[in-house]
């Protein structure tokens, strides 16, 4: 069975990005408001990180629900995983998520200044300094035949594309938001029409679904 | 955690017939023909029955690959079971779908002409003459926490709308499609509009996927 690396429920502005800029421990998505952008995957039944019962359990619902589905490991940027910038000053920081981080696989945050792995709950990290290509081998080795999330930012994502590496992209752009600067996906979603199928599939809740698969 | 009974990748035609008269061993579905009605869900790259590799990776898609997400249990009627109507000649027939059939789960097949339960790779056949209400409770029980998947046919899936008891359902309309006579659903998806919130999502394969949850 072939491992495919997959980006899902991955949300950009109108404009193509997926935060702003000025990342801080208190924006964690810069000038963006990820309240907005994000409205449509906290509406629905199967959001990961839903406390109370309840939600949604039309089209975005079958989106959300896919998040765990055959994953076996992540990949992020190391954006993603705290607003540090440069060496590590202390390794107290252990991500957003608290002691129950949503993703119950080995992750891997791409970064060049490297630290120990650790594990929280059933989640491990790993700080890996290397091409798109080798942490891909690497994090399909740690994901024992299931596929591979590639999990953000923009940027991420972006090396990933310019390598020729993904397989899937589900991105859901939310048209009325506009962020003007910061971290990039694209221009256009046409962009990727080269080497991608897409279903374009708008949704109630105001978002565009964009579902890509390798020609 | 609520358990939901679901109907997953229903397809009827534009008519709302999940099938036409005159079942029989060569023809499942009467005569409607199939192969028109189910081509969006063979052309998928998750659909349960495919054998080669390949297909899309789309909307269709994530419908498709939904098929046993958290599903412990599914409900069908003797119709999808078999063609053979009345008391049993004999238990020679073990269902259309050979050694490994693809519900990984118990099956209850709904029927007043009942047998002994058997066994086919992971997948175990039940046979129960009961109301829609008890044979729910039956497959709950069975499914251990996780959902129940309520299979068809129209008939099947209409008694448990009369009883109110369905939570979910996928039903793809093949709008091109006429069949005229046979095992109905609905006159009009409309009517399921007072009990259930509907997304009305149509795919570039043809068919018009409605998803409703309860209000």
Do not use: C
Request: proline residues 7%; charged residues 25%.
């Amino acid at each position: 069975m072939t491992q495919l690396l997959k980006v899902q429920n991955f949300t950009v502005s109108g404009d193509g990005f997926g935060a702003g800029d000025g990342q801080s421990l208190e924006r964690p998505f810069g000038h963006a408001d990820p309240g907005t952008m994000f409205t449509w995957a906290g509406a629905t039944a199967s959001w990961p990180n839903r406390t109370e019962p309840g939600g949604s359990r039309g089209l975005d619902d079958y989106l959300t629900r896919d998040f765990a589905h055959n994953i076996g490991a992540e990949i992020m940027g190391r954006a993603k995983f705290g607003p540090q910038q440069g060496p590590w000053e202390d390794h107290e920081w252990r991500g957003w998520w608290g002691e129950e981080p949503p993703f119950h696989t080995p992750v891997f945050v791409m970064t060049h200044h490297t630290r120990p792995s650790f594990t929280l709950s059933d989640t491990t990290f790993h700080f890996v300094d290397g091409e798109p290509a080798a942490v891909l081998a690497a994090a399909k080795d740690a994901a024992r035949g299931k596929d591979v999330r590639l999990g953000g930012g923009a940027r991420t994502i972006r090396q990933f594309l310019d390598a020729d590496l993904v397989d899937t992209l589900h991105v859901a752009v939310a048209p009325s938001v506009k962020i003007g600067s910061g971290s990039r996906l694209w221009e256009s979603p046409d962009e990727l029409r080269d080497r991608f199928h897409v279903d374009v599939v708008p949704s109630r809740s105001g978002v565009i679904h964009h579902l890509f698969w390798r020609k």
